[in-house]
């Protein structure tokens, strides 16, 4: 099974100031169509998770473009330009290239 | 926009069955199909498995392959998912993910599974 590990595991940020989480994977996630299934979803309190981004870098509808993926292979970043309160929550990344899907464990966002 | 409801929340007992029900409202499930994830308390994700409404493709985790059935009705608008041999470390949050690819990905609310003597 592909391992995700996230990083850090807990992320304290000030409001207004910008946050990065890291997730890896044990192999690549580049599949043979050449679509790369790294999705990241946001779980706030008390509710079901909901996907932010998907295919590494694409936004879905209704999420702030404060919200930003990036990388490539094993190597992904969710980034966050400006913390907003609403934002506090935990984050998930996903990889969908390889049976079975695995999920990060998962980063814990709150506020300093 | 699709929304998916889940059936309420169920206790049970060590070695007994549950069956939870997710309902597609406002479109079908899509070819993408559906997943199953859960989450025990204070735990992160795990994939369960994941059908395909219209070619009947499944895939299980290997940790509840031998245990687990997920089936469609055959409009492709609820999915079920059953979990045979309840033992208390399935005690967790069941959800029901409709996949939509670059459209979305819609989660049920949730259906808490308690198993417990």
């Known amino acids: 099974d592909v391992v995700m590990t996230q990083s850090p595991l807990s992320l304290p940020v000030t409001l207004g100031q910008p946050a990065s989480i890291s997730c890896r994977s044990s192999q690549s996630l580049l599949s043979s169509n050449g679509d790369t299934y790294l999705n990241w979803f946001q779980q706030r309190p008390g509710q079901s998770p909901r996907r932010l981004i998907y295919?590494?870098?694409n936004r879905d509808s209704g999420v702030p473009d404060r919200f930003s993926g990036s990388g490539s292979g094993t190597d992904f970043t969710l980034k966050i330009s400006r913390v907003e309160a609403e934002d506090v929550g935990v984050y998930y990344c996903m990889q969908g290239t390889h049976w079975p899907l695995t999920f990060g464990g998962g980063t814990k966002v709150e506020i300093k | 926009q699709v929304q998916l409801v889940q059936s309420g929340p169920e206790v049970k007992k060590p070695g007994a069955s549950v069956k939870v029900s997710c309902k597609a409202s406002?479109?079908?499930?899509?070819?993408?199909?559906i997943h199953w994830v859960r989450q025990a308390p204070g735990q992160g994700l795990e994939w369960m498995g994941w059908?395909?409404?219209?070619?009947?493709?499944?895939k299980y985790a290997q940790k509840v392959q031998d245990r687990v059935t997920m089936i469609t009705d055959t409009f492709a608008t609820t999915a079920y998912m059953e979990l045979r041999s309840l033992r208390s470390d399935d005690t967790a949050v069941y959800y029901c993910?409709?996949?939509?690819?670059?459209?979305?990905?819609?989660w049920g609310q949730g259906t808490l599974v308690t198993v417990s003597s």
């Open positions: 406002g479109d079908t499930f899509s070819d993408n199909g």
């Open positions: 295919k590494v870098s």
């Open positions: 993910v409709g996949d939509y690819s670059d459209s979305g990905s819609y």
């Open positions: 059908i395909s409404p219209y070619n009947g493709n499944i």
